[in-house]
């Protein structure tokens, strides 16, 4: 097999480095601390790159990445990534952005509390000037206030839950989730921006768009509560720096706490010339573990995207992610894993794709057609097979492609199912999404099954009798092969199936053998 190359283009915490090179397949591409004019000498061989802030992704890089499939940003901004042009090059680029959501979410508190107390000017005053003047510093107690959530996704949802442990009442805003995400929490869900800005405290957990941008100006500040204090720890520009300004320097504002800002570094902003604020230097993602995890996702996505698996995150796809609610994109990885596993257990000429979706998601059951054609086409097709060509691909092979929702009759709040017909016949897979991104397999031909669909497994289907877990085992680890998990399904038929995740490689003269087991219908590899 040949390797694919990934060149990781700035530093990225140690464990993302052990993961990639711990892959038989891939080859890493060590190019942290190179000028980035000799960069571009030594990227062309690469198929994925990891990236962060300090490499723009302009279009000197992308003329010289020849054979670029994506790009990772190790991180959540892209605002050095010129997406349009990856797009233009067939090239998918790709962030990490949840891996600081806890980072995120502390330090919102920080400020929050900073808010409350005016803990970093007690501190100066006594630390710096060598005065004791407790009557100067009175706060407030979080206690009984309102808290305005203006987004209640990933990161704002878990501000809330923890400002709610205060006893603060909770308001949240977000026109893009149901209203049942807030109000099985006890929270308010309001459609109405002025009960934001009657709360005494206000954060803001948005992306920077043209709904966001400037979302809290003058006019908003002129509706608050006097003494209301506001907190930014998401995007710069989120709050019109002028205005907050001047609700600071007023009064109006009693306190802000902001970690970023419209342009930075930000050492001579006019907001550091104001005492009633604390500013830190976009900080959201600076812990000793927000860092692992965004090297480790980093390098997991990266790994997907060059074995063509799957493209998490993708920020450049032909469906526009921000036209669908947040729930709905585990589900476009998910099933684009699905088909790919569905191809490696059903290898041969491919007859049909269908896909069925259950309950909400079923509203977007069309723009799953794309990832599940693009999963399922990989394994006979490669490279060449992306988002864009897709269903062209399908059609110039005659492949019938199918979507449908159906009603929800399974007991999960939403389910997928694909169906691949090929000329051996139909191989069915389901999966669903536990929580917010918690990706699941929970059906294979009939068997129900749950486990993640990530890693190398091998798929046993067999005569249900006694000695077929011993036979199984005892093969694989006179090879040597490690057992990782062991997941098992039966049927009323006396059929079961077997997933077997495994540590190493497994090749075809160890699957001919399963499958010379006298109890052994069929076995297949598979790498998800």
Known sequence: ??????????????KGFELLKSENDIEVIDAVGVD??????IIGEADVAITRSS???NEKFLNSAKNMKAIVRAGVGVDNVDQDGCSRRGIIAMNVPTANTIAAVELTMAH???TARSFTNANNHLKNDRVWKREKWYGTELSGKKLGVIGFGNIGSRVAIRA?????????????ITSSKVTDLDMTYTTNFDDILACDFITIHTPKNKETIDIISFDEIKKMKDGVRLVNCARGGLYNEEALYEGIKSGKIAFAGIDVFSYEPATDHFLLDLENICVTPHL????????????IQAAENAISAARGVSYPNALNLPIKAEDLPPFVEPYLELVQKMGF??????????????IEAEGEVGEYVKSLLTFALVGSLKESIGDKINYVNAEFVANEKAIDTKFEAINNSSGYKNKITIRLTTEKGVTTVNGTVFGEDEQRIVGINGFKFDFKPKGKMIVVKNSDVPGVIADISSMLSSVGVNIADFRLGRDEHGLAMAVILVDENIDKKLVAKLNELDTCIWAEYAVI
Do not use: R
């Not at 959201?284 to 090297?295: L, P």
């Not at 490696?344 to 000429?349: D, L, P, V, W, Y």
């Open 164 to 176: 709610k442990s205060f006893d603060m009442d909770i308001v949240a805003y977000d026109p893009y």
């Open 341 to 354: 596993l569905c191809a490696q257990i059903n290898k041969a000429s491919i007859k049909s794709v269908k």
């Open 55 to 57: 490499t723009d992704i």
């Open 1 to 14: 097999m040949k390797q694919k190359k990934i060149i990781v283009c700035d530093a990225i915490h140690q």
């Open 284 to 295: 959201g993602a600076n812990t000793i573990e927000s860092q692992e995890k965004i090297a």
């Open 112 to 114: 929050l509390l900073g």
């Open 36 to 41: 980035k004019e000799e960069l571009l000498n």
